[in-house]
């Protein structure tokens, strides 16, 4: 199970408890890139830039995705790059689920966090950056989950469609 979606829509929250509920290891991949790199996020993008997250990002999720049936929670840019997002659509080992909320309830739980470099363009530049990734999310899933819900809720119907649809 692989689990998308812009900031604040619970990936790392409800992937965790889902995680718990199918009795399988749970990876996010904002927290393993920081263990390999031995840098927080808003410092590899101070020093290298958010092009060079994104290098980074996108080699991570190509050497884990293939390799663990952990659940994976991926950053909210994982779908930047088409290479990754064919990754995700065409891999055999994850069902890929897109977390989706309306983007002022995703802004309302994470305007506050310093840890996520992205927001400091402001409100309107995230706004419009919420609206350019949604396509690029639902062409690269193969569920798409309403995460408007409880975390508990959004989890427990990520682990019916996990056991009736999954891989
Ligand atoms: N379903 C939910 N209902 C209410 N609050 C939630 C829900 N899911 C997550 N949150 C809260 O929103 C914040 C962000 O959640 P989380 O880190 O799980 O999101 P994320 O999708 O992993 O974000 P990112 O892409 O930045 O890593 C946290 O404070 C979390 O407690
Ligand atoms: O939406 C984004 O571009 C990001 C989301 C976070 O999960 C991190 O991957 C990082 O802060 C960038």
């Given at each position: 199970m692989i689990?998308?979606?812009f900031m604040g829509s619970g990936k790392t929250t409800v992937g965790r408890r889902v995680a718990e509920?199918?009795?399988?290891?749970?990876?996010?991949?904002?927290?393993?890139?920081?263990?390999s790199e031995g840098r927080t996020i808003p410092s590899i993008f101070e020093s290298d830039g958010e092009s060079g997250f994104r290098a980074i990002e996108k080699a991570s999720l190509k050497k884990i995705i293939n390799s663990?049936?952990?659940?994976?929670?991926?950053?909210?840019?994982?779908i930047t790059y088409e290479e990754s997002r064919n990754l995700l659509k065409d891999n055999e080992?994850?069902?890929?689920?897109?977390?989706?909320?309306?983007?002022?309830l995703l802004y309302e739980r994470i305007k506050d966090d310093e840890n996520r470099p992205?927001?400091?363009?402001?409100?309107?530049?995230?706004?419009?950056?919420?609206?350019?990734?949604?396509?690029?999310?639902?062409?690269?899933?193969?569920?798409?989950?309403?995460?408007?819900?409880?975390?508990e809720e959004t989890a427990g119907i990520l682990l019916a469609?996990?056991?009736t649809g999954g891989k």
């Open positions: 689990l998308t979606g509920l199918l009795g399988r290891e749970f990876i996010d991949l904002d927290h393993y890139i920081v263990e663990t049936d952990a659940v994976i929670s991926t950053g909210g840019g994982i080992h994850h069902t890929v689920y897109y977390l989706s909320a309306p983007f002022e992205m927001l400091k363009q402001g409100y309107e530049a995230v706004s419009a950056l919420y609206e350019s990734r949604a396509p690029f999310y639902e062409e690269s899933c193969h569920y798409t989950v309403d995460a408007a819900l409880s975390a469609l996990e056991n």
